[in-house]
């Protein structure tokens, strides 16, 4: 059973990585980084489509991944 949940946690751990990298980041490049992003937004845009789907998956994983370790810990 252990085994079970060890093998189940590395998957959901790859596809949060996954998810998180697949992610657009707010603004790009070394300008983004140090605050001279060309956006002129702000910063701020709503996500839409496969952004938002990306988002609220990598959420659902992130928690997920937390409740399989907790019963992991729980079995051990």
Do not use: H, W
Request: hydrophobic share 45%.
């Amino acid at each position: 059973m252990k085994t079970i949940f060890g093998g189940l946690e590395v998957l959901v751990a790859i596809l949060i990585v996954a998810t998180i990298l697949l992610q657009t980041p707010k603004s790009s490049g070394l300008g983004g980084t140090i605050g001279g992003g060309s956006d002129g937004g702000g910063g701020y845009r709503t996500r839409r489509g496969l952004e938002r789907t990306l988002f609220r998956a990598s959420i659902v994983l992130g928690f997920a991944f937390a409740i399989i370790a907790l019963v992991q810990i729980r079995l051990s």
